[in-house]
């Protein structure tokens, strides 16, 4: 199946999870991304439970701290 993810197209396996999604684009620290799908926010509890369909939009979010 065909998503997005961050802005670019990819062709993916069918019945993917967000969680696999973040091993198969091997994210960076994966404990403190944000991930939406389709601009709604997934809770990383549920993204062993979150399949992905068609079309759908991914984005991987990382806040930074810092300051003074």
Do not use: C
């Not at 199946?1 to 396996?13: F, L, R």
């Not at 969680?19 to 997934?42: C, D, G, H, M, R």
């Not at 062993?48 to 979010?61: N, Q």
């Amino acid at each position: 199946m065909k998503i997005i993810v961050s802005g670019e197209k990819k062709e993916v396996a069918d019945n993917l999870t967000v969680a696999a999604l973040i091993e198969q684009e091997k994210v960076e620290t994966p404990q403190y991304v944000t991930v939406s799908v389709n601009e709604e926010f997934i809770e990383s509890g549920s993204f062993a439970d979150r399949f992905l369909h068609e079309g759908d939009e991914v984005e991987f979010l990382y806040f930074m701290g810092g300051g003074k």
